[in-house]
């Protein structure tokens, strides 16, 4: 499954959905708003832009790729848009597959991908009032 | 030819727009970004560190441009967590 949403995502639900393939192994990443910025500084919230309909073709290509790669049985991407405070969910990533090592290696391979690739960017705004794109 | 152009984070606030319509006779998606570089001088660095998506597919700076076409200009990309 390949989703952007506003709406916080449920682990357990997804995880629930790759069992149905039948898979000895389902990796999850979660990634989160951090609570300080690269300078340490206090961070109040991250809000998004995307090119949704590319970003979507993007999820699934990079999809097809690490289930062709690494043999999965099914992978779900999911992607929050909108605005998340401190300690929010931002992405899910979860990979089934036969045996752990080819999950773990399938899961990380999309984050990468998807950190490299998809357009999207976060704005980062700060507890002294400043704001700014996070780019690259 | 009319294409369509878009803009992005940073970019979009630049451009302070979302999308502009740029009438061409003919060219390449570099031709498009000469252009747009010229109608907002101020946003012109920008255009350097830009990789460009031509119909939500990334593409190459000498692409053809065709009648219709959705340019989209794609600063670095920050998607996924932290």
């Given at each position: 499954m390949i989703r952007i949403q506003a709406e916080d995502f449920s682990i357990d639900e997804t995880v629930r959905m790759l069992r149905k393939t039948g898979a000895?192994?389902?990796?999850?990443?979660?990634?989160a708003v951090r609570e300080t910025s690269h300078e340490g500084k206090p961070v109040v919230s991250v809000e998004w832009d995307a090119y949704e309909p590319m970003a979507l073709k993007i999820f699934e290509a990079i999809r097809r790729e690490a289930m062709e790669k690494f043999a999965l049985l099914d992978v779900s991407i999911t992607h929050r848009k909108g605005k998340q405070a401190p300690g929010e969910n931002l992405v899910l990533i979860a990979a089934a597959a036969a045996h752990r090592r080819d999950a773990f290696h399938g899961c990380k391979y999309i984050m990468d991908e998807i950190k490299q690739r998809a357009p999207l960017w976060k704005k980062e705004r700060l507890a002294d009032g400043s704001e700014r794109w996070i780019e690259g | 030819m009319k294409i369509r152009c878009l803009f992005f984070a940073s970019l979009r606030e630049k451009m302070q727009t979302s999308e502009i319509e740029l009438e061409m006779?003919?060219?390449t998606a570099k031709d498009a970004a000469d252009r747009l570089r010229l109608l907002h001088p101020g946003a012109a660095?920008?255009?350097?560190?830009?990789?460009?998506?031509?119909?939500e597919r990334y593409c190459k700076p000498d692409a053809e441009l065709r009648d219709g076409d959705v340019l989209a200009f794609i600063p670095p990309v920050s998607g996924g967590g932290m």
């Amino acid at each position: 499954m390949i989703r952007i949403q506003a709406e916080d995502f449920s682990i357990d639900e997804t995880v629930r959905m790759l069992r149905k393939t039948g898979a000895g192994a389902i990796v999850t990443f979660t990634g989160a708003v951090r609570e300080t910025s690269h300078e340490g500084k206090p961070v109040v919230s991250v809000e998004w832009d995307a090119y949704e309909p590319m970003a979507l073709k993007i999820f699934e290509a990079i999809r097809r790729e690490a289930m062709e790669k690494f043999a999965l049985l099914d992978v779900s991407i999911t992607h929050r848009k909108g605005k998340q405070a401190p300690g929010e969910n931002l992405v899910l990533i979860a990979a089934a597959a036969a045996h752990r090592r080819d999950a773990f290696h399938g899961c990380k391979y999309i984050m990468d991908e998807i950190k490299q690739r998809a357009p999207l960017w976060k704005k980062e705004r700060l507890a002294d009032g400043s704001e700014r794109w996070i780019e690259g | 030819m009319k294409i369509r152009c878009l803009f992005f984070a940073s970019l979009r606030e630049k451009m302070q727009t979302s999308e502009i319509e740029l009438e061409m006779e003919s060219g390449t998606a570099k031709d498009a970004a000469d252009r747009l570089r010229l109608l907002h001088p101020g946003a012109a660095p920008d255009f350097d560190r830009l990789a460009i998506a031509l119909n939500e597919r990334y593409c190459k700076p000498d692409a053809e441009l065709r009648d219709g076409d959705v340019l989209a200009f794609i600063p670095p990309v920050s998607g996924g967590g932290m």
